[in-house]
């Protein structure tokens, strides 16, 4: 509880490690196929182009268009990247690795 009450005194004297105060460098970790793990981001835009087949393309889904921005207020966040979508971060693009199936949003 020390730490919740400043007394970084104790925390030094019962602990090996060092208590640095400083700001987190905005960072961005693709952390599988469809997640991105986001340090201190402010807003993070998804696009996706839409999917429309024709009447006689029945095999295909239809897919919704995305264009959105979307802001997030953690220090800390974990973002799903929609299936065939991109995400832009710190001037950055993720791409999705899932294809639009069946089953997929």
């Known amino acids: ?3 919740f009450g400043y007394d970084l005194d104790v925390i030094k004297k019962h602990c090996v490690y060092h208590v640095i105060f400083g700001l987190f460098e905005p960072t961005v970790f693709q952390i599988s196929r469809d997640k991105l793990f986001m340090v201190n981001i402010s ?7 839409g999917r429309f087949p024709s009447e006689s393309e029945t095999s295909l889904k239809s897919i919704s268009n995305i264009t959105l921005e979307i802001s997030i207020n953690a220090t800390q966040n974990i973002y799903i990247i929609p299936c065939e979508a991109k995400v832009k971060v710190l001037n950055n693009i993720y791409l999705s690795q899932d ?3 069946d089953f997929s949003p």
């Open 1 to 3: 509880m020390s730490l």
């Open 99 to 101: 294809y639009c199936d």
């Open 43 to 49: 807003s993070i835009t998804v696009y996706r182009k």
